[in-house]
Each structure stands twice: as structure tokens, then as C-alpha cells.
């Protein structure tokens, strides 16, 4: 494992390298990073607060506090250097800046989409010598074709989402909030090895079911409701979402089925589409037609899926303005759904790994049936 993190360091020095080249001269170059997600991929833990520095003093891992080894934030790799900062000594980034710069750095390539302006003037003024530059989003980009490893850890996140749906769906509805389904989900994916939920759980019943990333309240369950869950286990930093709808206690009227039908004819549509070398407008275009072929194109909302990782949305989007094209090894999700003001709605949503048709198309790993149930 440390080899692997060594290995992803490394290979963001060969993108930031040029960062140090500039007016004929070649600068010594350092790179610092501060997205949690960023920092987890390239050392195996995010501890509150830290920042990362790779320069050629060592690659640093700047610390408010010690590392906890919690699940929840990883253990870092063996070969990684640890510097605790003093107590109440102030931002990490702006004390590896300093580093950098004392190290004999003189390019420094930050994460300007993640720093705020007033962090990025902090790394000025403690080192004026130093040349900021734009990293970008290289991290994000390697980040994006996913390892076996981090595939392993996002079917084991995928297992453990599906045995706490499960085990509600076996269980009594009417009656319960919204609410206190939603903190049962939670409880349960603890239960079976999740460091945690992977987002906030959503629980939408009657009219609120359909909505994407509804917050549960203290509205209960009643007879022939659709009931629309949102959930997915965080496992060792990977995030996973699975999505279903189901109708409360009764054979479901002719309009819920419908409307599912409709829902589901969709999500297939978007999960046949996806294969390597898509452009990842076209799953999205092949879930909205469906949709506004039944008269709900604007039922989906501004996209049909997104890339998960140590992130639960992150590249690739599949919307209508996504440029580029999906790699194999890629996880998204496909979740198209319709909501109708006042009725209700249905949301599928599944996780799923880009793979060629040579092996069989794209993998699922949310496999909770999608049937329309009367629970």
C-alpha cells in the first residue's frame, strides 16, 4: 500500500514539474494540496485540517493535530513524513508554504479551485519568493480511472449499502418517519462495516418522494405512498449511492406504475450507454429521451449521473454540457427520476463501473432489486 501512494505522488510530480519552468530558467518546484479528497488519494488519510507538501525536503504531511487513525480519515503511508504543528500556530497550508520556500523552492503549485482568496494571500505574504501556480485539477484527474483497490473498497461499500436496504425493506413502514427511517439506514450501515453514510440518507414519502437529495422530516408513511430512499455506505474513504422506489402497503395505482415504468426505461437507457469512448453527454441524452418521450424531459434534473470515488459526486458528470468521453475503470452512477408537485415521484439510482463489452459491459455494484415493490 505505501508503494501505491508513493506511486501517485510520484506521478503528480511529472505533471506539476513544468509548473517550474518559466522566462528560459528552470525553478525547483513543490506542489501543495489541500482538497481532503486530494490528500487521502495521495497518502492513505486526511486528518482535519492537514495540507500535503511534496518538495525535495520529503513529501509532507502538515498536521494540526496527530493523526487518529480513525477509519473515517485513513492511516497514512509508512514512507510519508509527519510535521505536527505547534499548538495554535495557524493554517497548515500557509506553514507549508513557509516550509517550501525555506526547503529552496521557488515555484510553489497550489489548488486554486480549493484555497480561498484570503488563504492564497496568507501563502503570499509568508512567502513572497515563492511563484504560485495553478496545479489545477491534476489530482482530480488522476483520481478519475479508478484501481482494483479502490474498486474493491467500492463493492464492499456497495454490499453494505445493499444489506441495510434490504433489511428495511423487511421490516414495518407505516406509521415511522421520514425521519426515523433515515437514522435507522444509517445505523445500519455502521452495523455492517461502513465508516459512516456516504452522504446525508434521504427518505421522501407521498409528495416529497422523487426529489433529489430530499432532507427526511417528521412526516410519516401512510398507505399507498411512493417511498423513495437515497443512501450509500462510506468504506475506507469510497462512496457509494443506491436509489429505489417502492409503494407503501397496497397494490400501486396505474399512475405510480406509469410513472415507473417510465423512470426505469430510463435508467436502463442510461446504464446500456455506458461503454469506454462514450461521450458522457450521450448516456445523458439516452436517459432524457426516454423521459421526454413520456412527456417528463423536465423531470430530470441538470444531470443524469456522476463520477464516486473519495468523493460522492465527483468527474465525471454525464449532463447534457459534460465534455469528454468515459474510460474503463470509471465509476458513476445513473439516477434519473421525475417528481409531480403535490403527488410524488420515483428516483432509480445505481452505481456502476465502466467496463468494455469485451468484459461484459458496464459492472453493477448496487444490485437491490428494482422491481416495483408494495411493501
Known amino acids: 500500500m505505501p508503494d501505491m501512494y508513493a506511486t501517485r505522488r510520484a506521478r503528480l510530480r511529472d505533471r506539476y514539474a513544468a509548473v517550474g519552468t518559466g522566462a528560459g530558467a528552470t525553478d525547483t518546484a513543490a506542489a501543495l494540496v489541500s482538497s481532503p479528497a486530494n490528500i487521502r488519494y495521495l497518502t492513505g488519510c486526511a486528518p482535519r485540517g492537514a495540507a500535503l507538501l511534496l518538495h525535495d525536503g520529503g513529501d509532507t504531511l502538515l498536521c494540526p493535530s496527530a493523526p487518529t487513525g480513525d477509519p473515517s480519515e485513513g492511516r497514512p503511508a509508512e514512507d510519508l513524513r509527519i510535521s505536527l504543528l505547534p499548538a495554535h500556530t495557524g493554517d497548515p497550508a500557509v506553514a507549508a508554504a513557509d516550509l517550501a520556500a525555506k526547503s529552496g523552492a521557488r515555484a510553489l503549485a497550489v489548488e486554486e479551485h480549493h484555497l480561498t482568496v484570503a488563504r492564497h494571500r496568507a501563502l503570499r505574504s509568508v512567502a513572497p519568493e515563492l511563484r504560485l501556480a495553478d496545479l489545477g485539477c491534476a489530482v482530480e484527474a488522476q483520481r478519475l480511472v479508478k484501481d482494483q483497490d479502490e474498486i474493491a473498497c467500492l463493492r464492499i461499500a456497495a454490499e453494505i449499502t445493499d444489506q441495510a436496504l434490504g433489511e428495511l425493506l423487511e421490516s414495518i413502514l407505516v406509521g415511522r418517519t421520514e425521519r426515523h427511517l433515515a437514522l435507522e439506514l444509517e445505523r445500519r450501515l455502521v452495523d455492517h462495516g461502513a465508516d459512516g453514510p456516504a452522504f446525508p440518507t434521504s427518505v421522501a414519502t407521498g409528495p416529497h418522494s422523487g426529489r433529489p437529495g430530499h432532507l427526511p422530516t417528521d412526516r410519516r408513511v401512510e398507505e399507498g405512498d411512493f417511498l423513495t430512499v437515497s443512501l450509500g455506505a462510506d468504506y475506507r474513504g469510497y462512496r457509494c ?13 396505474d399512475w405510480q406504475i406509469e410513472l415507473y415504468d417510465l423512470v426505469f426505461a430510463a435508467q436502463r437507457a442510461g446504464r446500456e450507454a455506458l461503454a469506454p469512448g462514450v461521450e458522457c453527454r450521450e448516456v445523458d441524452r439516452a436517459a432524457r429521451q426516454v423521459l421526454a418521450s413520456g412527456g417528463h424531459e423536465e423531470g430530470l434534473g441538470p444531470w443524469t449521473g456522476h463520477g464516486v470515488g473519495l468523493e460522492i459526486a465527483e468527474d465525471p458528470q454525464l449532463s447534457p454540457a459534460a465534455m469528454g468521453k468515459l474510460d474503463a475503470c470509471v465509476p458513476v452512477t445513473v439516477d434519473p427520476g421525475v417528481h409531480l408537485p403535490g403527488r410524488g415521484g420515483v428516483r ?23 422491481e416495483l415493490l408494495a411493501l
Open 241 to 253: 449511492e443506491i436509489g429505489r422506489t417502492f409503494v407503501i402497503g397496497t397494490t400501486p395505482a
Open 348 to 370: 432509480i439510482d445505481d452505481t456502476l463501473v465502466v467496463r468494455p463489452e469485451a468484459d461484459g459491459g458496464p459492472e453493477l455494484l448496487t444490485i437491490t432489486t428494482k
